[in-house]
């Protein structure tokens, strides 16, 4: 039983209750019953975080950095960019979504190139601008 999560351990018993039940009234056998049980505790170890090796069942981090792939198919790091969305500019350089868009909100702004809609920042020119600065 889980003490953390009082509900998976109650919907656990119920579980157990149930198939008992079932098996009491003769309509699974010996050989389901242990079969269904074992599923059972299998899905509330895994659940519970005894998980096997390789599973992933990290919680989401709204600030982890989505992976971006070269054409062969290995990993693009942020410090390797030449373009960064907004969210990655963000997460580079310690500077806010929203200041970023308004940092870049102005026609002339020679750091930023325009894919459709989507806002692309190149980086070595933003660095140039940023060196330039005294606050932003």
């Known amino acids: 039983m889980n003490k953390n999560n009082p509900e998976r ?3 656990y018993m119920l579980g157990i209750a149930g198939l008992s039940n079932i098996l009491s009234d003769g309509l699974i056998g ?3 019953y242990t079969s269904l049980m074992g599923k059972i505790s299998e899905g509330l170890l895994k659940a519970d ?3 096997k090796e390789g599973d992933n069942m990290e919680p989401d981090n709204p600030y982890k950095q989505e992976i971006r792939y070269y054409l062969d198919g290995t990993e693009c790091p942020i410090w390797e960019k030449k373009f960064m969305s907004i969210e ?5 350089f310690g500077i806010g979504t929203n200041k970023l868009r308004e940092m870049t909100a ?3 702004c020679d750091f930023v190139v325009w894919n459709g809609s989507r ?4 980086k070595d020119k933003f660095v140039e601008y940023l060196n330039e600065q005294f606050s932003v």
């Open 9 to 11: 351990s109650m919907m």
């Open 30 to 32: 010996d050989e389901e």
């Open 49 to 51: 975080g005894d998980r």
């Open 88 to 92: 990655e500019a963000s997460q580079y």
């Open 106 to 108: 102005g026609d002339y």
């Open 119 to 122: 806002r692309l920042i190149k």
